[in-house]
């Protein structure tokens, strides 16, 4: 038998078991039958962020944005091209920290476009400042092989 993810529908928020081999067969969620992975972020705010954080097993890379912010705008292109090669081994989320006030300064958003990559529940690491594509994904594969 092979391991078993809990895997956070991103239409319906209902808690799918994949097992971790079919990850990359397109499932669709058991509830509400839609697909699990786009291969674009998930925009989440702050009580939909806590509940997948809390009840999935994948890895989250979490982009805190404002839409005030020119180089937030410039690097959603990259983020979005990112969750296309980084799924379906771990979710893309975007959190606007103009509408998470209360989670961005939990968890000590001091300035954006922030990154945060989030294990097990748990931050492992974090950085500020615009990446490209190639840098995102570096980025994480760096982080994940240590976390």
């Known amino acids: 038998m092979s391991e078993s993810l809990h895997v956070v529908c991103p239409?319906?928020?209902?808690v799918n078991r994949i097992p971790r081999a079919r990850l990359s067969d397109a499932p669709n969620c058991g509830k509400c039958h839609r697909p699990l992975f786009s291969g674009a972020p998930l925009a989440l705010d702050e009580s939909r962020f806590a509940h997948v954080l809390s009840r999935s097993d994948l890895p989250l890379l979490v982009d805190f944005w404002a839409p005030w912010c020119g180089p937030c705008r410039m690097m959603a292109p990259a983020f979005e091209a990112a969750a296309g090669r980084l799924e379906p081994?771990?979710?893309?989320?975007?959190?606007?920290?103009?509408?998470?006030?209360?989670?961005a300064a939990r968890l000590g958003i001091r300035s954006i476009p922030t990154l945060a990559l989030f294990q097990t529940g748990a931050e492992v690491a974090r950085t500020?400042?615009?990446m490209d594509t190639a840098g995102i994904v570096r980025w994480v594969q760096q982080h994940l092989r240590r976390a």
């Open 89 to 103: 081994n771990m979710r893309l989320i975007k959190v606007n920290t103009e509408e998470a006030q209360g989670l």
């Open 11 to 14: 239409a319906c928020d209902a």
């Open 128 to 130: 500020a400042g615009a």
